[in-house]
């Protein structure tokens, strides 16, 4: 399956039902989600179902991030160059 793009008009739809504020934060609670998720994963390895939140918990935060993508009219162009400038800069100085 190709990457899944969560289309606009749901974010248009979940910002005129729940508001600005409120969907400004989720994504801020979605990561704090995922977080808790790998800790756990971290605290029980062998543990299968902490494994199947943190699949569940990331991608609950790639949502939020087409949401803030679409929220603040990012480019997926623009960040993906960061992304390989972020990780040539990482290869650079620690491998």
Do not use: C
């Amino acid at each position: 399956m190709e990457e899944y793009k969560v289309p606009g008009e749901i974010f248009e739809r979940a910002f005129e039902k729940f508001g600005e504020d409120r969907q400004r934060q989720k994504p801020i609670e979605e990561m704090a989600e995922l977080i808790q998720a790998i800790v756990k994963h971290n605290l029980f390895p062998g543990e299968f179902k902490y494994r199947q939140q943190v699949e569940l918990e990331i991608a609950d935060v790639l949502n939020t991030i087409d949401q803030i993508k679409w929220d603040l009219a990012l480019s997926d162009r623009d960040i993906n160059i960061l992304r390989k400038e972020a990780i040539d800069r990482f290869e650079a100085k620690h491998l």
